[in-house]
Structure formats: C-alpha cells, structure tokens
C-alpha cells in the first residue's frame, strides 16, 4: 500500500502513516539493487569503518544481528578478497581486530556512490528541499536505531 497524503482513514493520518514505517523499510531492504554479497560486504565495510571502536568478528556479528559463524564466513571472503585485513589489537595484543584495507575502502566509496545514484533516481521527482531533508532525517534515524541497538 501507498502512502496517499489526501486519503483520511477512520484513524489519524498520523497514525495510519506511522503504520506504514516498519512496511515501507522493509520495501527498501528487498529492493537492494546490488546482489547479496555485495549487500553483505556493503554492510561489514560499514559496520567497521563506522565504528568508534575495534572491531573483532564477534562484535561484527553483534552490530549485524547474525550469528558469530555468518560473521566469520563473510569476513574470510572480504579478507580473500583483499577488502579487509585482520590485525592485532592495540588495546590487547592478544585481540584479533578488523580493519579496511586500500582496496576496502575503495569498494565502501563505490557502493555509497551507486547509493546514492539510486537515491538520486528514485527521488529525481521530488523537490531538492524533500531530498535533503529526507536525507537528514534518514541519516538521524539510523544514527538513533544503532544507539538503541547498542543500549539494548
């Protein structure tokens, strides 16, 4: 179902649009134009390259919602792919950490630009002012969901 601005339901306008929130992500999340190694390696390179943080693979597994074994899985095809490399911890050098390589954050730049193409087509009709006040709303959203994520 679409969203209609103009169509009143016997319920709020507010609360029949809020409804539609967890449908409409879930719309986005199956619409990933890239294929699913390319969603999964977007999302670690992210993950890693976003966190405050050093990032082992059960704090990848975490950050994900997947278990420790997928985790592992997709990092060893990012390392054979020579995106990620392992490293010692600073912090305890008995520690095995995560980091990007050149060549990791190569692809991270490639996939934010072919994202942000996507965007650009998909809200092409809509005024400069919606675009980027939905990118910031966007942003500040998904900055909340990872600070809830983290404080459950």
């Known amino acids: 179902m679409d969203y209609d601005p103009g169509v009143s339901s016997p319920r709020s306008s507010d609360d029949a649009l809020l409804d539609q929130i967890g449908p409409a992500l879930s719309r986005l999340r199956r619409r990933a134009p890239a294929s699913r190694t390319d969603v999964y390696r977007n999302v670690v390179l992210n993950v890693i390259a976003d966190s405050a ?47 990007l390589t050149e060549r990791g954050e190569t692809a991270r730049s490639r996939f934010a630009a072919a994202q942000r193409e996507t965007f650009e087509d998909i809200t092409a009709h809509w005024a400069p ?20 994520a983290r404080r459950r």
């Open 129 to 148: 002012e919606e675009r980027i006040r939905f990118a910031e709303l966007l942003i500040r959203y998904s900055a909340d969901a990872s600070a809830w």
């Open 53 to 99: 943080d050093e990032m082992t693979v059960g704090g990848l597994a975490a950050e994900m919602g997947v278990a420790q074994p997928v985790a592992s899985r997709t990092v060893a095809a990012c390392i054979a792919d020579g995106l990620l490399r392992r490293a010692a911890s600073q912090a305890d050098g008995r520690r095995t950490v995560l980091e």
